[in-house]
Nanobody
């Protein structure tokens, strides 16, 4: 069993930056992929970014490519999402996710979410 706890959400002006972090508890942190998803009101949850167990492979949703960056620290059991050049449409609840293996499948574990609000 794994538990995921996000932090770092808040309110930021358009064009600004914010960094989200997620601490994962449970065994074998360095053996599975991690990701970030988001869900805006009235919309489906969407993939934001994913990172492989080694950190070598990453993937991003089209709407955040070039602006967001995912990273992980296997020694600290954390995964982070650096968000730059934020837009109003980035406003959403952001969820950390852990996979059983790679991020080409559905996540197996979720955090409780953290609110990100981008004001104009």
């Amino acid at each position: 069993q794994r538990q995921l706890v996000e932090s770092g959400g808040g309110v930021v002006q358009a064009g600004g930056s914010l960094r989200l972090s997620c601490t994962v508890s449970g065994p074998s942190f360095s053996t599975y992929a991690l990701g970030w998803f988001r869900q805006a009101p009235g919309r489906e949850r969407e993939f934001v970014a994913g990172i492989s167990w080694s950190g070598i492979s990453t993937d991003y949703g089209d709407s955040v490519k070039g602006r967001f960056s995912i990273s992980r620290d296997n020694a600290k059991s954390t995964v982070s999402l650096q968000m730059n050049s934020l837009k109003v449409e980035d406003t959403a609840v952001y969820y950390c996710a852990a996979y059983n293996l790679g991020f080409d499948q559905a996540p197996a574990y979720w955090g409780q979410g953290t609110q990100v609000t981008v004001s104009s």
